[in-house]
């Protein structure tokens, strides 16, 4: 997965309000608008689905930060696609998290991860260039285009079922855990990389 750095360096035209916002902070082109996001801390916003609070907020999640490029990308007319990505989270491609599942003896969950695909590569703006040595998501269970209003209410049904679905498939690995007791571990693991 390559990081902001892959992305266009466009220049930022008039548009509507979200291109306004970036051009008030003094980002002149798209790259750079993504670089800045790179640089805000991972945090949940009051919103999951108003993106301007990343930049209010000055923090923002995989989903937030990538749907507001998503859109930013409409606004000045860059083929960009987000995709929602759901992968075998471990403490090796997710560091942060390894206490966590160490702690409830489990080797990962599933996790749902937004991300951007630009000319058929997929770009992780949330993934910082120096930890491009780590081992990245080796592999998506899932992958779906979405629009940057599916990052609330349908991101969280379809990760939800996806959890189901592989506890059942999963039942050994899990140890009898409930959905509810999977979802609670993957809360846990969320604020671990807030911290």
């Not at 951007?116 to 779906?144: C, M, N, Q, S």
């Not at 409930?178 to 846990?188: A, D, L």
């Amino acid at each position: 997965m390559l990081s902001w750095d892959a992305l266009p360096d466009s220049p930022l035209k008039p548009a509507a309000d979200i291109t306004q916002v970036f051009l008030d902070l003094g980002i002149r082109d798209y790259r750079a608008g993504a670089r800045y996001l790179n640089r805000l801390p991972y945090g949940r916003t009051n919103s999951r689905i108003d993106t301007l609070a990343v930049l209010r907020e000055g923090r923002g999640t995989c989903s937030t930060k990538h749907a507001l490029l998503k859109q930013l990308g409409a606004e000045q007319s860059i083929d960009i696609a987000l995709v929602i990505g759901i992968y075998q989270m471990t403490a090796r491609n997710t560091p942060g998290v390894g206490r966590v599942l160490d702690k409830y003896g489990l080797d990962c969950v599933p996790e749902a991860h937004c991300y951007l695909r630009y000319r058929g590569e997929r770009v992780d703006v949330t993934r910082e260039l120096k930890d491009r040595p780590a081992p990245a998501i080796a592999r998506f269970l899932h992958e779906e285009e979405i629009a940057a209003e599916q990052i609330g209410a349908y991101k969280v049904e379809l990760h939800q079922r996806f959890i189901r679905a592989w506890i059942g498939a999963n039942l050994e690995t899990v140890g009898g855990r409930t959905f509810e007791e999977i979802w609670r571990i993957r809360e846990e693991c969320i604020a671990a990389l807030s911290t």
